[in-house]
């Protein structure tokens, strides 16, 4: 029986009744209860700040181009002004194209033309029972995935399960489903499919495949340096975790795995995206300090318990992106991170180099044809 669904797949699934209609956030997502959150505020932008955006969105034109034709050139020309642009959040109108063109996404769509297709329709994935069962869990809040078998998670069944076959090394794990969630919000399935290989594949970036492999390799590396930050930035809290038998894996895991997409407020999520996705991983590390820093002083007083329920429930006001992404940009981590990386390998070395030489074996070809990008 099991065997017949999976060869059915998703296409002859029937749709379930589409949701009531109820009121959403600029973003989609069905609003909770009315407050005075940042979205709330956002919402009631003043004349003077609508024209400011205005003027943001018509920079961010004339940098990218038509179509993204001059991106590449301005990026070569004047880096530290796309850096600061990217900084201060990139307009969400377009936000979708311009994370294809950070993450080179784009020419790994047109270079391989018809495979996404192939992938989708004429390959079997012997994980497409475990998409179906969890796709209903990705953004459950969001109109474009409410509906069960409906568009939006077909869509989203399909790119996982496109992925799955692409790289059997990886397949297919649950937290997968936030990262190919969040870009199809922002773009097409084919387009979706592709930035995910760029990120998991390191197209730009260091790859993130490590992050899904099994052992989950790269998490374990992460979790291991950023409790060695957390001792060195700061260390009241540092022997306070200790005291309390409080590891990252207990918190921050989910950080890494989804990028912040999965249990952090959207409008936060897309700014620490923005950022990732041209800086790589150090912003996770950065907003993670950030978030602690901001709420030290509640935290040391905390006992266990509440000490996770806290950690895993930040307050509102901490999580402000005006206020938490200027701190995070001020912790300076880039070179203390490499050091951490080496002297972890030094310890765990065999599991993370096998990991990456997979995925530097998987990607070889596309990485020698993409080189001239950078």
């Avoid at 784009?106 to 329709?121: F, K, S």
């Avoid at 197209?203 to 495949?209: C, D, G, H, I, T």
């Amino acid at each position: 029986m099991c065997w017949g669904m999976e060869r059915k797949g998703m296409d002859e699934l029937e749709q379930g009744p589409i949701p009531p209609v109820r009121p959403v956030d600029r973003f989609g997502f069905v609003k909770q209860e009315p407050s005075n959150s940042h979205e709330t505020i956002v919402k009631n932008l003043s004349a003077h700040e609508q024209e400011r955006d205005e003027r943001r969105v018509r920079k961010w034109r004339k940098m990218i181009g038509v179509g993204g034709s001059d991106w590449k050139h301005y990026v070569r020309r004047k880096p530290h002004v796309v850096k600061r642009r990217i900084r201060k959040g990139i307009p969400d109108c377009l936000r979708g194209l311009v994370w294809q063109l950070i993450t080179g996404s784009r020419d790994l769509l047109l270079m391989n033309p018809g495979v996404y297709e192939q992938l989708v329709i004429y390959e079997t994935s012997a994980s497409e029972l475990d998409i179906i069962r969890d796709i209903s869990r990705t953004f459950p809040s969001h109109v474009f995935f409410q509906q069960r078998h409906g568009p939006g998670q077909r869509s989203l069944y399909n790119v996982l399960k496109a992925y799955s076959v692409y790289d059997r090394d990886v397949g297919y794990v649950q937290g997968m489903g936030f990262l190919a969630g969040l870009l199809l919000l922002y773009m097409s399935e084919e387009d979706a499919f592709w930035l995910l290989v760029a990120l998991l594949k390191g197209a730009v970036q260091a790859p993130m495949e490590g992050l899904y492999l099994a052992g989950l390799p790269l998490v374990q590396q992460y979790l291991f340096q950023f409790e060695q930050l957390v001792k060195e930035h700061l260390p009241r809290l540092g022997e306070h975790f200790s005291n309390e038998m409080i590891n990252p894996s207990m918190y921050a895991s989910q950080w890494f795995i989804t990028v912040f997409s999965y249990s952090f407020p959207f409008h936060l999520a897309l700014r620490i995206w923005d950022v990732f996705l041209y800086e790589g991983v150090k912003i996770v590390f950065q907003v993670g300090l950030a978030l602690l820093k901001y709420c030290h002083d509640d935290l040391v007083k905390l006992p266990f318990e509440k000490l996770i329920h806290a950690l895993r429930n930040f307050p509102e006001d901490a999580m402000n992106p005006d206020t938490l992404l200027p701190m995070a940009y001020s912790i300076k981590v880039s070179k203390r991170l490499e050091e951490l990386k080496e002297e972890y390998e030094k310890r765990n070395g065999k599991a993370v180099q096998s990991a990456e030489s997979n995925g530097k074996q998987l990607v070889a070809v596309k990485q020698k044809e993409s080189t001239g990008r950078k």
